[in-house]
């Protein structure tokens, strides 16, 4: 779905910046010990790249996994931030934040290698006080945490109020879906915002375990995101989700909030 925010946003020929809060090593081995021992890899990106009925909404991506593997096979898979400096432009920036020591050195790495004449660097400041600063262009805030603190969604909140204080910045928060209380809770805190607000869910399995990780869901939100004209994608890249990696029970929906 990122592609298809950037390929919208970098329309406007006007200077474009991303803020990537967790934006982690920027690629990934899928080979190594913690893929492996997730097997995220087999579930997810192997299977949409070996289904020629996935909708075109992943053709983009499928397009960034085949250039990041050059000989073939699945070995490497693209981060946010290798992403994001393939898509930009000269004129447009990147700033990827990234406080865990290993993941901050790989992310420095790969920019300096892959940016090309995108400006963009990588620091170790706290992704959240990121977005307290001015902006002066347009902005595309990533928000994509590991969810490991237990005040992740207050910290999120508490993020999005001052970046979408901000004119012309539109967010885009990853989120587990576990249980409807959490989620619910949430985005009570999302429409105190009054921002308008594109929900997509896929959901994998009934949210009767609220330990497990049973579906995922992007929020894009900020002034212009119902303008950008994604929800088709937003709809099929969930609707297929959910049916090829699903469970019996698993759903995908699209909520606009307010709604229309």
């Keep these: 779905m990122l592609l298809t925010l950037l390929a919208r946003l970098t329309r406007d020929p006007k200077p474009l ?10 690629a990934y081995d899928l080979t190594g010990a913690e893929s492996k021992k997730s097997g995220e890899a087999e579930r997810g990106i192997a299977r949409l790249m070996e289904d020629p009925a996935a909708p075109s909404a992943f053709d983009g991506l499928k397009a960034a996994v085949r250039r990041l593997n050059p000989d073939g096979g699945l070995r490497y898979y693209p981060g946010s931030p290798w992403l994001a400096v393939k898509a930009l432009r000269k004129g447009d920036s ?26 963009a660097q990588a620091s170790r400041f706290d ?23 237990g005040d992740e ?13 901000q004119p012309g910045t539109i967010a885009a928060v990853w989120l587990p879906v576990k249980d ?6 949430f985005l009570s805190g999302l429409e105190a915002l009054r921002q308008p607000i594109l929900l997509a869910q896929a959901r994998l399995r009934p949210l009767h375990d609220p330990l497990k990780m049973n579906g995922c869901a992007m929020a894009l939100v900020g002034q212009g995101v ?4 994604v929800e088709a994608d937003l709809e ?14 698993a759903a995908a929906r699209l909520d606009r909030l307010p709604p229309p």
């Design 17 to 26: 910046a991303v803020l990537d809060t967790h934006a982690g090593a920027g």
């Design 94 to 119: 990147y700033r990827g934040h990234e406080l865990r020591p290993d993941d901050y050195l790989a992310l420095s790495a790969m920019l300096k290698r892959e940016a090309g004449s995108v400006d």
């Design 127 to 149: 992704g959240y006080a990121a977005l307290e600063g001015p902006s002066r262009i347009r902005r595309l805030v990533l928000i994509d945490p590991p969810f490991e603190r």
């Design 153 to 165: 969604y207050a910290q999120i909140l508490q993020g999005l109020a001052k970046a979408l204080a």
């Design 180 to 185: 409807l209380e959490t989620l619910d809770a």
């Design 226 to 229: 119902t303008g950008l004209g």
């Design 236 to 249: 099929s890249i969930c609707g297929w989700t959910a049916k090829a990696l699903g469970e019996a029970g």
